[in-house]
T-cell receptor, first 113, second 113 residues
Framework: GQQLNQSPQSMFIQEGEDVSMNCTSS?????WLWYKQDPGEGPVLLIA?????ELTSNGRLTAQFGITRKDSFLNISASIPSDVGIYFC?????????????FGTGTRLQVTL | GAGVSQTPSNKVTEKGKYVELRCDPI?????LYWYRQSLGQGPEFLIY????????DSGLPNDRFFAVRPEGSVSTLKIQRTERGDSAVYLC???????????FGDGTRLSIL
């Protein structure tokens, strides 16, 4: 099935550094979501974006819904070791009564001390 | 607990066997979703329930896969005549509906020998 393009695929950063990752799609979405997944667990919601151009923060996380509705980015400021994990973007399609998420390919983040 | 609960957490079975995977959504959530996640990939949509009815089953790979939600709460994903390619983590999510964010369980890791 379709998966959104996320970049970078993986990144190694030092504690305290800022991180930026993005997600692009060939399709328009009405809602963009960012999730974090740790090994053996399900994805955990970080941020939800509902309007084109919207910029939303959640603690050290900031995400934006692209103007074209075909992209989104996530920034993490001052990274800490517990930020390690896989980050997924997801676009929500609403067609009539149907509603489903299309996920990105994931960005694996590793933080070194 | 207050989150989405999935059982079993792990299931190992032989090729050709029948399996059932259970999902107990967040109380009050009318929408329930099943996704499948292969190693190194993002989750892929399988089926979406609004109440008791399947609003979108376009992600089910073939007719060996079937899901029910008879009372609009707990859902069961059923796989007949399992194949080795069915091995994956099966994730369940629920939401209040519409474009509200989906919250995920920790998944069932299915291994077909």
């Amino acid at each position: 099935g379709q998966q959104l393009n996320q970049s970078p695929q993986s990144m190694f950063i030092q504690e305290g550094e800022d991180v930026s990752m993005n997600c692009t799609s060939s399709s328009i979405f009405n809602t963009w979501l960012w999730y974090k997944q740790d090994p053996g667990e399900g994805p955990v919601l970080l941020i939800a974006l509902y309007k084109a151009g919207e910029l939303t923060s959640n603690g050290r996380l900031t995400a934006q819904f692209g103007i074209t509705r075909k992209d989104s980015f996530l920034n993490i400021s001052a990274s800490i070791p517990s930020d390690v994990g896989i980050y997924f973007c997801a676009g929500l399609s609403n067609t009539g009564t149907a509603s489903k998420l299309t996920f990105g390919t994931g960005t694996r983040l590793q933080v070194t001390l | 607990g207050a989150g989405v609960s999935q059982t079993p957490s792990n299931k190992v079975t032989e090729k050709g066997k029948y399996v059932e995977l259970r999902c107990d959504p967040i109380s009050g959530h009318t929408a329930l979703y099943w996704y499948r996640q292969s190693l190194g990939q993002g989750p892929e949509f399988l089926i979406y329930f609004q109440g008791t009815g399947a609003a979108d089953d376009s992600g089910l790979p073939n007719d060996r896969f079937f899901a029910v939600r008879p009372e609009g709460s707990v859902s069961t994903l059923k796989i007949q005549r399992t194949e080795r390619g069915d091995s994956a983590v099966y994730l369940c999510a629920s939401s209040p509906g519409g474009n509200q964010p989906q919250h995920f369980g920790d998944g069932t890791r299915l291994s077909i020998l």
